[in-house]
């Protein structure tokens, strides 16, 4: 008695689709080849989506003095839309501050405004980390602040 062998027929490599999970965020820790937080990350794809009413942003800008040298400061986000708008990320996950540390910001949001006085900017808002919790929330605060 004769016994064939049946081929199993091959899929070529390339024929499969890679799953690719949509719903789960991918955040690589970085911004315009900067690195950063998940909560800046987070922010600056939902302005980088709204690209109608936002023109532009810098991100860790250096304000006072190049960035290391005594004095200087950094503000998180300077948008451009409509006016300049300086944005501060607060994350709030795990901070308790004294009044020696919220008197510390105070002086740091004055510094960085009489840095940016040749401007005009908009008042240095702090978006706290609970608004930033996913890409969802951060589109609606991009959506409230800047239309």
């Known amino acids: ?29 970085t911004v315009r080849g900067m690195k950063a937080s998940d909560l800046e990350e987070r922010f600056a794809a939902a302005l980088d989506q709204r690209r109608r ?5 810098y991100f860790r800008l250096p304000v006072n003095a190049p960035r290391g040298m005594p004095g200087w400061k950094e503000l998180d986000f300077l948008v451009i839309s409509r006016g300049y708008h300086p944005i501060q990320i607060d994350d709030v996950t795990f901070v308790h501050k004294g009044q020696r540390a919220l008197a510390q910001d105070k002086l740091n949001d004055v510094i960085i405004m009489n840095a940016l006085a040749s401007m005009s ?3 240095i808002r702090h978006i706290p980390s609970t608004r930033l919790g996913d890409k969802d929330a951060a589109m609606s605060v991009v959506k409230e602040l800047f239309g």
């Open 1 to 29: 008695m004769l016994k064939f062998k049946t081929r199993r027929k091959r899929v070529p490599l390339h024929a499969t689709k890679p799953m690719v999970a949509s719903e789960k965020e991918q955040l690589i820790g």
């Open 53 to 57: 009413s936002v023109d532009g942003y």
């Open 121 to 123: 900017p908009r008042p």
